[in-house]
């Protein structure tokens, strides 16, 4: 019967500090690796090559660029990974789901 009782998460009241000078990173995708120690998550935003000058969108040339790498252990990406299932789920449930974009065959990543 042990195994058929749901487990019960206890929240911990420990106070959280959120520096107002805490960097900000707006990312636009992430792709990484796991080996037997941890998870490393690199964040990065597509950013085009050609800037100041107009461009044919079918020209568009985009790098991705890493802005940061994250390590989590595999208990801290296990939870990481659960909060943002559960909290794109709860998004959806009230705003509808989120559409993905076609993969656009005339933009070239580099």
């Known amino acids: 019967m042990e195994k058929d009782k749901k487990k019960e998460k206890i929240d911990l009241d420990i106070p959280i ?9 707006y990312c636009t ?8 120690y941890d998870f490393r998550l690199l964040l990065y935003s597509e950013e085009p090559l050609q800037q100041d000058k107009i461009i044919n969108p079918n020209e568009l040339d ?19 990974a659960e909060w943002l299932i559960k909290n794109v789920q709860k998004f959806e449930e009230e705003n509808g789901i989120i559409p993905e974009p076609s993969k656009s065959k005339n933009r070239k990543i580099i």
Do not use: D, H
């Open 29 to 36: 995708g992430a792709y990484g690796k796991y080996g037997s």
């Open 17 to 25: 500090v959120v520096p107002s000078n805490i960097p900000k990173i």
């Open 62 to 80: 985009v790098v991705r660029e890493v802005l940061a790498q994250i390590i989590l252990s595999p208990l801290a990406a296990k939870q990481t």
